[in-house]
């Protein structure tokens, strides 16, 4: 079993900031790519940012400035630091992580998301 838990979201004033956090648990192997997807009321889910095993990093041009992502490989945590939050940032917001089970089985795993909110 493999579990995706998110934590972090609430409510937050425009221009402010939330850290969000991520863990991968369970029967892992390894751990590829770690990633922030958001989903607003009556809209797809959008990509936010990703990070790899080596670091690197890519972000939506909408977030690109304000938003950084980091993760502790020893904990299998992502983390999405968000500042200057607008209120279109408002969005439940879901991990996802790329990995190889125990097992040897390869798969996308999704958290069941954490809601950010901003108010104007």
């Known amino acids: 079993q493999v579990q995706v838990v998110e934590s972090g979201g609430g409510l937050v004033q425009a221009g402010g900031s939330l850290r969000l956090s991520c863990v991968a648990s369970g029967s892992i192997n390894s751990i590829n790519a770690m990633g922030w997807y958001r989903q607003a009321p009556g809209k797809q889910r959008d990509f936010v940012a990703d990070i790899n095993s080596g670091g690197g990093t890519n972000y939506a041009d909408s977030v690109k400035g304000r938003f950084s992502i980091s993760r502790d490989n020893t904990k299998n945590t992502v983390y999405l630091q968000m500042n200057n939050l607008k209120p279109e940032d408002t969005a439940v917001y879901y991990c996802?992580?790329?990995?190889?089970?125990?097992?040897?089985?390869?798969?996308?795993?999704w958290g069941q998301g954490t809601q950010v909110t901003v108010s104007s």
């Open positions: 996802n992580a790329d990995l190889r089970t125990s097992w040897g089985y390869r798969s996308t795993y």
